[in-house]
């Protein structure tokens, strides 16, 4: 706040243009401009950290949308690839089984034909089990995995459709950050219009020549930031509009005085 020191006009008293109305404390006026001056320099600060910060964000948004139109674009071979492997590894399992349930009929039909092959039998019939065993988990793995490749390629191929309307909406987000951030350096205005109205000397002086209708400080009051000092009544300035008959019009011409009633 600043805080009145002397007043030199009072309510009803006609001044001319740059004349002093009221004068403000040294210590309010240093302390006020110091305020402003801090807020000024915070507000500096936060307008080159909003433009750091939103580089980055459109760094990162550049990257998200190389990165979502370049998987977008290899999307369907990747899905592909996948399945592709996903098959082999079931057609692979496959193939052991059926290997080695031949090989169980080999052996039975050589025991069947007097030939000791028991043992062997005994060990294809187990590994037979375990190589069953990896072909239905090969099969339930295809199952799981497929869906999956495909939920994975929709979303890739949803991004790269999204990828333009979402880095258009990331960098306009980051702008944003920066328009705000502008918005703060009202300080700044704050401060130059506070040094253009009190001066080098704490004193506030009349814009234009009037009446003083008003005067809302006396010596020793504090005034708060936005607060009206005095009103001014500038009688060469008012207009009036009135209504002319068409009957009086003809009468009068620019200059003439005339009495309104």
Do not use: H, R
Not at 165 to 179: E, K, L, M, P, R
Not at 224 to 253: L, Q, R, W, Y
């Amino acid at each position: 706040t600043l805080e009145v020191e002397t007043v030199y006009v009072t309510a009803g008293q006609t001044v001319a243009e740059g004349d002093p109305i009221l004068k403000l404390t040294e210590e309010s006026v240093a302390s006020y401009k110091k305020d402003l001056e801090e807020a000024v320099t915070e507000a500096k600060t936060a307008v080159s950290e909003a433009g750091l910060s939103a580089e980055k964000q459109k760094v990162s948004a550049s990257y998200s949308y190389n990165l979502s139109t370049a998987e977008g674009s290899v999307a369907q071979e990747t899905y592909e690839a996948a399945i592709k492997q996903l098959q082999e590894a079931v057609d692979d399992a496959q193939e052991a089984v059926d290997t080695s349930a031949s090989l169980i009929n080999y052996y039975q039909e050589q025991i069947d034909a007097g030939v000791d092959l028991s043992a062997s039998l005994t060990e294809e019939q187990e590994n037979y089990d375990k190589l069953y065993t990896k072909l239905v988990a090969a099969k339930n793995n295809y199952t799981t995995k497929s869906i999956e490749a495909e939920k994975t390629l929709k979303e890739a191929e949803l991004s790269a459709k999204n990828a333009s309307s979402q880095y258009s909406v990331d960098v306009s987000g980051a702008d944003n950050d920066i328009t705000d951030a502008k918005d703060t350096l009202s300080a700044e205005e704050a401060l130059e219009e506070f040094e253009a109205a009190i001066g080098d000397d704490g004193t506030i002086y009349a814009e234009y020549t009037g009446t003083i209708t008003d005067l809302a400080y006396e010596a020793g009051d504090t005034i708060s930031s936005g607060a009206t000092v005095a009103t001014f009544s500038n009688t060469d300035a008012v207009t009036i509009t009135v209504s002319v008959s068409e009957e009086d019009i003809t009468n009068i011409a620019v200059g003439d005085v005339v009495e309104i009633e």
